[in-house]
């Protein structure tokens, strides 16, 4: 761990879970208002395992059912088919969070040190959420520069500073 890192204690005053919850929210509400005014968007090419902005958001909420199986305990989920238009994916997105928010509305910092395995290794579930949301926003941008890359419209930055989330 770095000098920066070691001198950065994970109990200070930080941004909380609820606030990336509703960041990241806006994040993906703003992204499939987008796709449903500019469906050809989720067409663009960008490489890699995802192919295309469809599959790439696809692979946003397949992350996210998988990390909130970790967090309530329950079972690890088989990929299913999802149907690739916007609302398809929206609503699965949308099942996704309303499983992430219930987990949300009981979490104490006793669940959030509790133990999970993942990947053959020991992770707090604090540790799972932290994925989820670094995740999300990661992947996000990602779709930002490919959208933009593609020669579609954009509209204002995404940054977080720029919304309502937090003071």
């Not at 204690?9 to 806006?26: I, M, N, W």
């Not at 299913?80 to 398809?88: L, Y």
């Not at 928010?101 to 707090?124: D, I, P, W």
């Amino acid at each position: 761990m770095s000098g920066a890192a070691q001198s950065v204690s994970s109990r200070q005053p930080g941004v909380s879970f609820h606030e990336l919850f509703a960041y990241t929210d806006g994040l993906a509400q703003r992204w499939f208002a987008y796709f449903e005014q500019n469906p050809a968007a989720l067409d663009i090419e960008i490489g890699g395992r995802t192919g295309t902005l469809r599959e790439l958001i696809l692979h946003i909420s397949r992350a996210e059912e998988r990390l909130i199986a970790y967090l309530i305990n329950g079972p690890k989920p088989d990929e299913r088919h999802v149907e690739s238009g916007v609302g398809a994916l929206r609503a699965f997105y949308k099942e996704n969070r309303e499983k992430l928010a219930e987990f949300m509305s009981h979490m104490t910092e006793t669940t959030l040190n509790e133990q999970v395995e993942f990947y053959g290794r020991k992770v707090s579930k604090r540790k799972v959420l932290a994925q989820l949301y670094v995740h999300c926003v990661h992947h996000w941008a990602q779709v930002a520069i490919e959208v933009r890359q593609a020669g579609f419209p954009t509209s204002t930055p995404q940054d977080i500073i720029l919304t309502d989330v937090m003071e």
